[in-house]
């Protein structure tokens, strides 16, 4: 069973930054495409950013310009710069395959505030 597990988050000023990482059990050029997703206290978890096997990167407009997704293939990782947060960024955070797979892992807590 492929495994994830996120690390990085915390509490930050408006302003800050932020590095997520995700551990993944797998081998990320057999699963493809990875992203990361946030859930904010009562809205739907969306996906904000992705990568593909090649290296190509898409985001979602709310983040375009302050989010940077990448990933180390040998170390089975990938990881989310955040800069320039705002509270509206306030979530968990989480990584999984897109198509996301059934399992997530416990995701990390990312808290904007002054």
């Known amino acids: 069973q492929v495994q994830l597990e996120e690390s990085g988050g915390g509490l930050v000023q408006p302003g800050g930054s932020l590095r997520l990482s995700c551990q993944v059990s797998?081998?990320?050029?057999?699963?493809?495409?990875m992203g990361w997703y946030r859930q904010a206290p009562g809205k739907q978890r969306e996906l904000v950013a992705r990568i593909t096997r090649s290296g190509s990167t898409n985001y979602a407009d709310s983040v375009k310009g302050r989010f940077t997704i990448s990933k180390d293939n040998a170390k089975n990782t990938v990881y989310l710069q955040i800069n320039s947060l705002k509270p509206e960024d306030t979530a968990v955070y989480s990584c999984?395959?897109?198509?996301?797979?059934?399992?997530w892992g416990q995701g990390t807590q990312v808290t904007v505030s002054s």
């Open positions: 999984n395959a897109d198509p996301p797979f059934l399992l």
């Open positions: 797998g081998s990320l050029f057999s699963i493809g495409t």
